[in-house]
């Protein structure tokens, strides 16, 4: 048989930069390779050049695919036969698709009534155990860590560092793009395990000498769990972007050392920011992130008008390049993206004369 050429994931495409042997069976549905796309709009109102690295394009709708992989593909070299994870849904999602491509059991530990419907549906149509508890994340999270404590089971979420090592691809293609790094990163933070493996991405392809600078790294938390920019665990964390609605995350630390190493920062947007960047973004460049995704943008847009002392974008100089990750698929929370607006058609006969008047109201 001719070589498939739909195995082109990160892990063929980068496999020298990640701790693959010849032995690793490769688990993979062609992740990574997203559009980093021109903003037009963005960059007049920023005096820089600002592209959007739009990670919903992955196959399960989101930027955890790079990282499941890798974890996928170490678990099915290691023997493991389930895996577990916690989740606000989109680690769920990924999980359940790459267990169920590469034979394995898979279990999520979601909490209940926090997860959205397009983000549920992918853990339940992979074939996933889905298990929803009483309790937030950082709940699910603890108990994760305790059914992976036996070994009995491997686990998925980001403590496993198979998993920052494939999400640090995300930097590979963004230098091979542009030719070099950016001068500044915007991300949304949940969890904190993409601001530290974008920032692992940029150290190691700077130290391979494919770039020439190291980006400012911009995180952005929504306020109601907001515990890195606060600096304390937050027990009851709130938002309407219910991927990063996350009070205690594992890479906390990870996260600490790419704001400091890179002269960044970490600041917030409300939920009404957040929802307006979404809207924006969808209105204006026709690109649909789900509400976690919009707060890089509302980040942008927060930084230009308002920024933290410590936001590093002013020295920047006109004409840099910014980039700002949105992590995940619009269509992955459609309620959230309904919520509050009058979307609603115009009912008409089905007649040339009542849609021409439809089309006129
Ligand atoms: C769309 O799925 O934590 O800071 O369990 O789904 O690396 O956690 C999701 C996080 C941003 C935050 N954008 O990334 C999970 C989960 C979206 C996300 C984040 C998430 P991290």
Known sequence: MKPLLHDRGVISRYREYLPVTAATPVVSLNEGSTPLIHSPLLS????????????GLNPTG???DRGMTMAMSKAAESGATTVVCASTGNTSAAAAAYAARAGLKCAVILPSGKISMGKLVQAFVYGATVVAI?????????????????????????????????????????????????EVHILPVGNAGNITAYWKGY??????????RLPHMIGFQAAGS???F???????????????????????????????????????????????AQAWLAHNEGIFVEPASAASVAGLFKCLASP??????????????IVCTVTGHGLKDSDTAMR?????PIEAEADISSVRRALQA
């Open 44 to 55: 007049e109102r920023a005096e820089r050049n600002v592209f959007l690295k739009y990670e």
């Open 62 to 64: 989101s930027f955890k």
């Open 134 to 182: 009483r309790g937030n994340f950082d709940d699910a999270l603890r108990l994760v860590r305790e059914l992976g404590s036996d070994g009995s089971v491997a686990v998925v979420n980001s403590i496993n560092p198979f998993r920052i090592e494939g999400q640090k691809t995300a930097s590979f293609e963004i230098i091979d793009e542009l030719g070099d790094a950016p």
């Open 203 to 212: 150290r190691e392809f700077h130290a391979a000498g494919k770039a020439t």
């Open 226 to 228: 907001a515990p890195i």
């Open 230 to 276: 606060h600096d304390r665990v937050i027990l009851e964390p709130e938002t309407a972007a219910s991927a990063i609605r996350i009070g205690n995350p594992a890479s906390w630390q990870g996260a600490t050392v790419a704001i400091s190493e890179s002269r960044g920062c970490i600041d917030i947007v409300t939920d009404e920011e957040i929802l307006e």
């Open 308 to 321: 933290a002392p410590a936001c590093p974008l002013s020295s920047v100089p006109a004409g840099a390049n």
């Open 340 to 344: 509050g607006r009058n979307y609603a």
